[in-house]
């Protein structure tokens, strides 16, 4: 069963670095595309980025090119998304999801970040 | 970058109705076209990839249509279980880009 199991809700402030995570299991993680999307509160989805685990190739959506940071695990399965310096804008629900025949086809629980002084 | 346009923004229907949900592009994009559905506090789910193939487990209610800039999705005798909010995604070329989203309720 393909299943992709995010890290918990993270509370930060503004200024702080953060790193979240997403694991694979249940297929071939190298070989798959692993996407972030980011949904602010009470508003729609936003593609952030995908990465493929086998050479790390990374595509940045305009608004978040030098703001986050994608990267890969290949010996734990696992994706992260990372912040260097949060601001509140950065409050959100972050989902990773798996990216095959050309769609999200599986998706992790979300994580939710939220950043306040 | 591709912009995606969702109409209507919301929808009023009732259970045993049949609605449609359109997705224009900015550009063509070959049928490179999915749709999610995304209940309240759940991560989206997709329905249809590739504009008219049905995600394996989805119910047969669902139904997807259109070519070049033009798509929809159609959803035939609503269940309760059907209101939720619908995402159009292009996958063409990235940035891949979201629809603004589609909240159905019930009238």
């Known amino acids: 069963e393909v299943q992709l199991v995010q890290s918990g809700a993270e509370v930060k402030k503004p200024g702080e670095s953060l790193k979240i995570s997403c694991e694979g299991s249940?297929?071939?993680?190298?070989?798959?595309?692993i996407g972030w999307v980011r949904q602010k509160p009470g508003k729609g989805l936003e593609w952030m980025g995908i990465i493929y685990p086998d050479d790390s190739e990374t595509r940045y959506g305009p608004p978040f090119e030098g703001q986050v940071t994608i990267s890969v695990d290949k010996s734990t399965n696992t994706a992260h998304l990372q912040w260097s310096s949060l601001k509140a804008s950065d409050t959100a629900m972050y989902y990773c999801?798996?990216?095959?025949?050309?769609?999200?086809?599986?998706w992790g629980q979300g994580t939710l970040v939220t950043v306040s002084s | 970058d591709i912009q995606m346009t969702q109409s209507p923004s919301s929808l009023s229907a009732s259970i045993g109705d049949r609605v449609t949900i359109t997705c224009r592009a900015s550009?063509?994009?070959?049928?490179?076209l999915n749709w999610y559905q995304q209940r309240p506090g759940k991560a989206p789910k997709l329905l249809i990839y590739s504009a008219t193939s049905l995600q394996r487990g989805v119910p047969s209610t669902f139904s997807g249509s259109g070519s070049g800039t033009e798509y929809s999705l159609t959803i035939r005798s609503l269940q309760p279980e059907d209101f939720a909010t619908y995402y159009c995604q292009q996958t063409y070329t990235t940035p891949y880009s979201f629809g603004q989203g589609t909240k159905l309720e019930i009238k």
């Open positions: 249940g297929y071939n993680f190298k070989t798959s595309w």
């Open positions: 999801a798996r990216h095959r025949k050309g769609a999200f086809d599986y």
């Open positions: 550009q063509s994009i070959d049928m490179y």
